[in-house]
């Protein structure tokens, strides 16, 4: 089952004309958490990231595939926490290898939507995350002591990535700061959109919806993702794919 793969390859497309800066997860390198968060007050922030009127996107993608994501690592396209001046775009693309894709059976989708959580339960200090998830944006704002104390995405995907291998499930983490302008942040925010869709769907299809393709709202994400009426199909629905 590899309902995100076609958008991995799309965010793949979206990075190929940048060079990232590239690290292997170490978690002697997470930035120190505080359990709950913080505020950031304005007059103690050194900017924002993805702030209103610049590019965000936040998603994470799963797959079974090792060619896509093979190891823990953290990738950074554009300028370090250290380097940048003012408000900039800001991406946070997390891709997992998940180890239990291939159970067939509705466990797995119960565990995706408790891995998206992870993202709620990381706190660096001086890291103060906003998430939209209405609008797939993401907003940080960075205090000046952290920039003090030479805080780096290094330590940040390092501190999700610590959090993301909490569950069993996940086998590998990649986590991709992008902060480089002119990258296609419509793009990744329309890419984002459509794998909220898919995981929605999938846990829709789990809630027992009808099983008639004509007549059902979700018809134009499942004509659009390959394997979405395969895997409604064959999670013990009774139902049948007329409409197709
Ligand atoms: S497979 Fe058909 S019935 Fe099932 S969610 Fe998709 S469109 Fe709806």
């Known amino acids: 089952m590899e309902l995100y793969n076609s958008l991995i390859k799309d965010t793949q497309g979206f990075l190929e004309k940048g060079i990232p800066t590239v690290w292997d997860y170490s978690e002697h390198d997470c930035w120190k958490d505080l359990g709950s968060s913080e505020l950031v007050m304005q007059r103690d922030a050194a900017y924002e990231l993805g702030a209103s009127g610049k590019g965000s996107a936040n998603y994470v993608l799963f797959t079974s595939g090792a060619e896509f994501v093979d190891r823990d690592q953290i990738l950074l396209y554009g300028s370090d926490l250290k380097e ?25 989708y119960r565990i995706l939507k408790d891995i998206e ?44 990535i610590k959090e993301y291998k909490k569950n069993v499930n996940v086998l590998n983490a990649k986590v991709i700061f992008v902060t480089a302008s002119g990258m296609d942040y419509t793009g990744m925010k329309d890419t984002a959109k459509k794998a909220g869709n898919i995981t929605n769907t999938l846990t829709t299809i789990l809630e027992g919806i009808p099983t008639d393709c004509s007549i059902c709202s979700l018809k134009g994400i499942c004509d659009e993702v390959e394997g979405m009426k395969e895997l409604h199909f064959g999670v013990g629905s009774k139902g049948t794919e007329k409409g197709h």
């Open 117 to 160: 959580f992870a993202k709620y339960h990381v706190y660096p200090e001086g890291y103060m995350v906003r998430i939209s998830p209405e609008n797939y944006r993401e907003q940080v704002r960075v205090s000046k002591q952290a920039i003090h104390h030479g805080i780096s995405f290094r330590n940040i995907g390092a501190s999700y």
């Open 84 to 108: 940048i001046r003012g408000d900039t775009d800001f991406a946070r693309i997390v891709l997992l290898r998940v180890g239990i894709l291939d159970d067939d059976n509705e466990r797995v």
